[in-house]
């Protein structure tokens, strides 16, 4: 079984930045590819960058490409999302997530999650 730790997030003026981490635990063949979510009020989660953990191959939603990176550190096994240019509208909690086959910005294809972490664009 995976296990999925978040930290980071937080308030950050519209144009600022932060990052987010993710430390993963768990057999190395059980997450295939790790992603990032997030969920609005009144909205449905959308995923918003995802990467193979194996060999860092990347994919992001339209509305965030050019302003977040996904990167993964295998020392520490550990998956970071860096927000730069943020804007109110990224407001949501953010979530990650592992899937064990599938590579993808659908949650339907993620096993486990994450607890969930706030963030806040406001001024």
């Known amino acids: 079984q995976v296990q999925l730790v978040q930290s980071g997030g937080g308030l950050v003026k519209p144009g600022g930045s932060l990052r987010l981490s993710c430390a993963i635990s768990?057999?190395?063949?059980?997450?295939?590819?790790i992603g990032w979510f997030r969920q609005a009020p009144g909205k449905e989660r959308e995923g918003v960058a995802c990467?193979?953990?194996?060999?860092?191959?990347?994919m992001y939603a339209p509305s965030v490409k050019g302003r977040f990176t996904i990167s993964r550190e295998n020392a520490k096994k550990t998956v970071y999302l860096e927000m730069k240019n943020l804007k109110p509208e990224d407001t949501a909690i953010y979530y990650c997530?592992?899937?064990?086959?599938?590579?993808?910005?659908?949650?339907?294809?993620?096993?486990?999650w994450g607890q969930g972490t706030q963030v806040t664009v406001s001024s």
């Open positions: 997530a592992s899937s064990a086959s599938s590579y993808g910005l659908g949650p339907e294809f993620y096993d486990y």
């Open positions: 768990g057999y190395a063949l059980d997450y295939y590819a």
């Open positions: 990467i193979t953990y194996s060999d860092a191959t990347t």
